[in-house]
């Protein structure tokens, strides 16, 4: 992510920014209108800083990834990237970890896309073990495809998040991580609890989980069942370097 304090015009670093926390966020995200649209020219696909201008509300920047932006892949759906992005949050919404910034769809300049909100990125010695481990966890059960470094930031806080979620969900074991401190331990019971509930608004009518129904295919949401369904029962994270993967990772 783009995150010069010059490009911000002070607003971000100046506190006036929203937080990520707020119960309205992602409201604000979905009614506000995109007054300046500018592109981020690192990565696989188009995507764009903008200004978010939501009125009496205030301002703030978010990153727009429009359908109309993505590459064809050979093992993803086309156009369908920025739904897994939207999909990511709500795991993470429903989980209560707050590890992926609100993320909701939007229709701006190019079409309809996701727009998350922007994370100021800031340095730090130390971060939060759990965090870390958390995302780890949610790589697993998303299914992620593509954790990289550069998609784990820390803010001014000290927060760890985890960005960049369009290559998940896929039906065939796709998990590729620089994550793997975590490999073979157990799973605390807390994060055990976190997963299992999450299992049973999978299995339940849920608002959260009928928009990840809405946007993945029925076969992807089937397998996301079934990955959330083994994790709640074998709790502890898989170790491919000494022996084979359970459950078919």
Known sequence: MVSEQSEAGGFQAGGRA???ARPDIERLLAI?????LRPIYYGSNHCFLVTLDAGDEGESFAVYKPRSGEYPLYD????TLYRREICSYLVDKILGWSLVPPTVRADFDYGAGSVQLFIEEAEHETVS???????ALLDILINNADRKVDHCLVDGAGKVWGIDHGL?????????????????????????DDVRRLSQCLQRPHSDAERIRELISPAEWKALRERVDRIGEYRRFPDPRYKPVPYRW
């Open 129 to 135: 073990v759990a965090e870390l481990r958390r995302l």
């Open 18 to 20: 929203w937080d990520p």
């Open 168 to 192: 998940t969900f896929n039906v065939q074991p796709k998990l590729r991580t620089v994550l793997w401190h975590f490999a073979g331990s157990e799973i605390p019971a807390d994060e055990a």
């Open 76 to 79: 993803f759906p086309h156009g």
């Open 32 to 36: 506000s209108t995109c007054t300046r």
